[in-house]
Each structure stands twice: as structure tokens, then as C-alpha cells.
């Protein structure tokens, strides 16, 4: 029994990094889309800001979901499907509600106090489904579990979430944004509950959906007192865009091409279509779609970037370099500009510069897999092997490959000066990743 629980919770305590390290879209603009989207949510709260952030996960289908800490995922499949910027800031809203009562420890203990294998598998199922969102994973572990052991998980599941659902729309109310957008996205999902549960979004896994639920959100909705302001026209602005974004980069560039949404010529439609122009590839097309851009708005950060991107991937890395670095004296702080940036410095052999870079961003934002891989490969040619492997076994530990993230530990120790900064921080993993397989 001790032997189940403890792979049990190895397995738990896993999912969020291996989730936050391999599974997500990292991308400057959307993700300083989303901090501006949350910004009100957050007002009334005692979250925190610096330390809470919004991810997306490449995943097509529609989840969103929180893990320890302050981070909430959502898949970008939900973003895409959502039509406007208040649904969004709905099921953001409901999230930071479960941050707020404390469910992901409250389900944590659940797991802890369970006694039986089949409370065990049940709560795993559970508690898997919230921090992957992975609908096999849930109905694979759920599958043979005790109805009673399953039952009493699932009653404080579906506690927690009518009250992340009264707390979300308070937060909504308080910053005046219309809370009837959390019934606009619960009909999105209405009828799934009737599917069979592999044919049903992983949302309807992790988020019970009854009509009891959606009841009691039309009352609360009722008595809630509340006044909207008027709408946010860059707020829409920018969700749009985000959306436009998500699109030109996830469907089918042919099939981009091919719609009639994107045969305009305002600016959104440019924004995907060059995007997928570029995804052909069609390198003369992007750049005259994304140049079309610039003209427009040549101050935009993120088309700069994206004139960047376009041209380091079509081997113009010197070109590329005027792009990032215009985009960097636009937004000096973002992380991941840094990063493109620090890229293309890679490129053309600037490999101290890139270090001189990177290793000031990388206190920021210690959990970034591209991060890591463009340090690591700067240091490698400047000749610090030791902090090249360490920096490349965090990155194998970050996407939970532990025997790989071992073995450059290793090298990063008998490659480092004993006693110096990347000696002991490999020494450290090391002890770490021995810790998690006692």
C-alpha cells in the first residue's frame, strides 16, 4: 500500500512541471494579452500579481485547469472557440476562484486520506485530470474504482466547483464585467454531459456540468448586484488578435488560405494570413503580408517580432537581428523577446553576447525550456561545459526526463570547478532526482 501512495504522489508532484516545461506555447504577445485580459480579476484579490501568470497549453481540445502554485492553463483549443473577451475572462475568473479557496491542496488532502486502492485510483484520476487535462488519462484511472470510493471524490468536486463558480462571478461583478459571460461559456458545453465520455472536451471532466450547477449561477446572477462598464474596445482588440494569432499558427495554412474570413484585408486577416503564409512555407507572400503590417503599425512590438521570426527561420539571421532588437527598445522587459533575440544571436556566432543576455533574463524566468537550450548552447561555444550541462539537465528536468537530466547533472559536475555556483547547483539536482525515486 505505502509503495501505491508514493508513486502515487511522485506522479502528482510531476504533472505541473512536466506540463508548465513541455506542453506550452510560449509567446511574448499573447501572454502579455492575457496579463492585461486578468489585470481587473485580480484587483480584489490578495493574489499576488508577480508570481501569478496564465499559460497555454498546445492542446486543441478545451480545458482549462490549475495546478499548485498561481498558475492557471488553458488549452488554446478553449481560447479559439470562446467569441469574446468577457467569456474568456470568465473561465479565468472561475480558475482564480479555485486558486483562491485553496481546492488544488484541498483535493491534494482528499488524495492523502484515502485508504483503499480504490480511493487511491479514483482520487489519481481525479487529481490527473486537473493538472493534464487529459480525458483518457481520467477515464483509464477511474475505470474499475469503487462507485462509493468514486462517488464521495466527485460530491467534493462538485463543491469546489459551484463555489469557484459563485467566487468567479463575484470577481467578475466587483470589476465590472458582465458575469452572465459564465453561462454564455457553460452553453458552449451544454449537451456533452450526454456524450460518451471519450467523445466529451476535457472540460466536462475536470468542470462537472448539471443543470443544478447552472441553476444556482442564474440565481446568484439574480441577487448579485453589479454594474458593467462600457466595453473595452482594446480589450476586444486585443483578444481578437490573440485569437487571429492561435489560428494562423494552429490550423491548416491551406485551409486559412482558402476561407473567405481571411481573404480581407483589415488588419487581423493580414495577421493570420501571414502566419500562414510562412507555414507553407511561402516566404515571399509573409513577408509582403507581414511588411503591409509594419507600414501600418511599424512601433507594434509583436510584428516586429513576427518580421523577426520570419526572417531567422528563413536563414536572414543579421536581417532577423534589427527586428528583435526594434521590438526590445519597444517592450525592453518582455522575456521571450530576449529569447528570439538571444536566438539570433546564436545564429551568427554572437555567443557572448548571448550569454551576457540570457543569463540576466533567466532569473525571471528559470522554467524555460527555450530559454535553457539557447543558453546552454551559447555557453557550450564560449567553452563553459559545466554551466552548458547543468543548464541542459535542468531542461531534461523540466520536461520530466529524469535518467537524461541525470546523466548532464553529472557532467556539469565533473566538468565545474568543486565548490562553484554550477557545481552545487548540479550538485543539488542530482540529490533531487535521487530524492524523488526513494
Sequence with gaps: MKKIILIFFLTLLLFPKIVYGKNLIRDAEIEETLRIITAPLLENTKINKENFKVLVVNDSSMNAFVTSGQYIFIHYGLITKLE???????????????????????????????????????????????AAGDTNLVIGLAAGTQSASRRAFLKNTRTQEAS?????????????????AALEVLEIFKGQEFLTAKRQDP????????????????????SLSYKIKPKD?????????????????????????????????????????AIAYHRLPDSKLAKKTI??????????????????????????????????????????NQVLLNIGYARALNSVGEYKSSVNLLKNVYVKDP?????????????????????????????????????????HAKRALGTSLPGSIEWLKAEDLILDIKNMGK
Design 367 to 407: 522554467n524555460n525550456g527555450r530559454l535553457l537550450r539557447e543558453l546552454a548552447t551559447a555557453y557550450s561555444q564560449i567553452g563553459e561545459t559545466g554551466w552548458a550541462s547543468l543548464l541542459t539537465a535542468e531542461r531534461y528536468a523540466l520536461y520530466g526526463k529524469f535518467k537524461d537530466a541525470m546523466h
Design 84 to 130: 469574446t473577451v468577457e467569456q474568456l475572462q470568465s473561465v479565468i475568473a472561475h480558475e482564480i476562484a479555485h486558486i483562491i479557496g485553496g481546492h488544488y491542496i484541498k483535493r491534494m488532502a482528499d488524495i492523502e486520506s484515502a485508504q483503499t486502492v480504490a480511493g487511491i485510483g479514483m482520487a489519481l484520476s481525479a487529481a490527473a485530470g486537473l
Design 233 to 273: 474596445k482594446n480589450l476586444d482588440y486585443l483578444f481578437n488578435r490573440m485569437r487571429a494569432k492561435f489560428i494562423g499558427f494552429t490550423d491548416k495554412p491551406n485551409r486559412i488560405l482558402r476561407a473567405s474570413n481571411y481573404q480581407k484585408n483589415d488588419e487581423l486577416s493580414l495577421y493570420t494570413r
Design 203 to 222: 472540460y466536462i471532466q475536470t468542470h462537472p456540468l448539471n443543470t443544478q450547477r447552472i441553476s444556482s449561477i442564474n440565481k446568484s446572477l439574480e
Design 164 to 180: 469557484a463558480d459563485q467566487t468567479g462571478i463575484k470577481l467578475m461583478a466587483d470589476a465590472n464585467i458582465n458575469p452572465n
Design 291 to 332: 511588411d503591409s503590417l509594419l507600414n501600418v503599425k511599424p512601433n507594434d512590438p509583436y510584428y516586429n517580432e513576427l518580421k523577426a521570426q520570419f526572417l531567422l527561420e528563413n536563414g536572414n539571421a543579421n536581417e532577423a537581428l534589427k527586428y528583435y532588437k526594434r521590438a526590445l527598445e519597444l517592450e525592453p
